[in-house]
């Protein structure tokens, strides 16, 4: 990112490093559009290689990491969780109130609850109450307090049960070009550690949304519940351009 603010007008806010492959393309529709991205790692996702120590495993990965924010042109921020524990409660909720302070984010993207890797799960769960820390003031966390009025849960292969996806972002194919390339920092998208075609799923998936929006291609957003209401003036639909 070319500014030294911290400030970011997205935070995506990911288990694990790598987890970005879910709302990379989002995030770089963001950056073209002139907006400043930011991630948030979780954990580093430490402890899935066939043959690496976690812990070698680990220092990759944030160097991985590292690489793949420079090339979305995102900042990045990272806590040292460890993978598959990760808890819910006040000790990550509060080092996440902390980064939200910092980044000051508009919206913030994070997993959907219904996955099968319970980390993914634990990171949408941490979220309210993290916002809600870094929202009050009397939190003494460092910094001004800063409510952050919009939260999404990307659409994630593992994160599918009940997600419904409502909203609909138009990525062009110069951001999917942008989000591959960033991507392929992770050798676990270069077929190194798991031979899952990750790439070739959410490229699937960007197509299969955008025929849905009548796009070329986009990717999804599910609103938490208590965000869904609408405030209106009218219920005639908006003029036309």
Known sequence: MNSASPHVDVLAIGAHMGDEVAWGMSLAAHVRQGRR???????????????????????????????????????L??????????????????????VIREARPQLILTHWRGSMHKDHTAAADNLPN???????ATFE????AHWVP???????????????????LEVLREDIERWEEAMRCYELFRGGVSKFEYLEYYKALAR????????????TFAVPQEERRRLVTTLLPEPSR
């Open 77 to 98: 921020w990272a806590l040292d969780f460890k993978d598959g524990e990760l808890p819910v409660g006040d000790d990550v909720q509060l080092a996440m109130a902390r």
């Open 150 to 168: 919009r939260a999404y849960h990307g659409e994630n292969w593992e994160d599918l049960r009940g997600f419904e996806p409502e909203v609909y």
């Open 141 to 144: 966390l460092g910094g001004p």
């Open 208 to 219: 299969s949304r955008g025929c849905e929006a009548r796009w070329e291609f986009a990717v």
């Open 37 to 75: 991205v930011g991630l948030l790692h979780l954990t580093p996702g430490e402890k899935g290689h066939p043959s690496k120590s976690p812990s070698e495993y680990a220092d990759q990965k944030r160097d991985e990491a590292q690489q793949c924010a420079t090339a979305l042109g995102a900042r």
């Open 130 to 136: 993290a916002r809600f820390y870094a929202g009050i």
